[in-house]
């Protein structure tokens, strides 16, 4: 897909990889993976909510599950800044995974392991291009991918729904 021929397409996209559950605590997975999380927390540990004091349900308040996760997005040092494929954020995820194909394998026999994937389009439509490659090394990771493309309301959209 060439941004030349006037395709709408993604601008900007992330990608997360999350570790939900199971027996290891955050730093055990940490160890596993050899990788430093961007949030993590233990059960029983305070969420986000829980630190900032909101006024929500206790099991919001606190971590009900091992949670642990990295994430990129396409302004990240670790993206292709030529990629136009709306996975770029993806695709370096990926790339940072496959080598730890079989700890996820291990991770996967008692917690959830999911690839989260969303994008922001520049129009109406939201042209993205899957590629054979990285669906080969998505299938390689086993792990399901979640995703969302955000598109753009045109103005006059927006008037004829008033």
Sequence with gaps: ?????????????????????????ASEISELL?????????VGELTPAGHAGRKLKPQY?????????IDVDSDSHRVDAE?????????????LL?????????????????LWWSGDSDSTQGGFVLTADLIGQLALLGCDVRGT?????????????D
């Design 1 to 25: 897909m060439d941004a030349a021929d006037g395709a709408a397409l993604i601008r900007w996209n992330r990608a997360s990889f999350a570790v939900y559950g199971g027996r290891r605590s």
């Design 34 to 42: 050899n990788l430093e999380p961007d949030m993590h927390g233990d």
């Design 61 to 69: 308040l606190t971590y009900q599950r091992t949670y642990w996760s």
């Design 83 to 95: 990629d136009e494929t709306g996975f770029a954020a993806l695709t370096a995820l990926v790339g």
């Design 98 to 114: 496959t080598p730890r194909a079989e700890a996820l394998v291990e991770l996967r026999k008692d917690a959830e392991t999911v």
């Design 149 to 161: 493309a955000y598109i753009s309301v045109e103005e006059s959209e927006v008037a004829r729904s």
